[in-house]
């Protein structure tokens, strides 16, 4: 498990250097803001979990169970 902020999953070659293969992103408003590398377009698959970063936000069992099967998946 690889944990970093959007710069770090935005660099196609930090990610391959890292054997990245699978990217969990929790923010709500962001989906659209992640690229398609042009370089190996279908080299990462994605989980979205539209979390809101808030004090009121709650994580409900179905994401986290979600989030383990994804990660097992890798």
């Given at each position: 498990v690889y944990v970093g902020g959007y710069k770090a999953a935005m660099s196609?070659?930090?990610?391959?250097?890292?054997?990245?293969?699978?990217?969990?992103?929790?923010?709500?408003?962001?989906?659209?803001?992640?690229?398609?590398?042009?370089?190996?377009?279908s080299s990462f698959k994605y989980l979205h979990l539209e979390l809101e970063d808030s004090e009121t936000e709650v994580l409900d069992s179905s994401k986290i169970e979600e989030s383990v099967l994804f990660i097992r998946q890798a």
């Open positions: 196609f070659k930090n990610l391959e250097q890292d054997k990245v293969t699978h990217i969990i992103n929790a923010a709500k408003n962001i989906q659209a803001f992640f690229p398609t590398f042009k370089e190996k377009p």
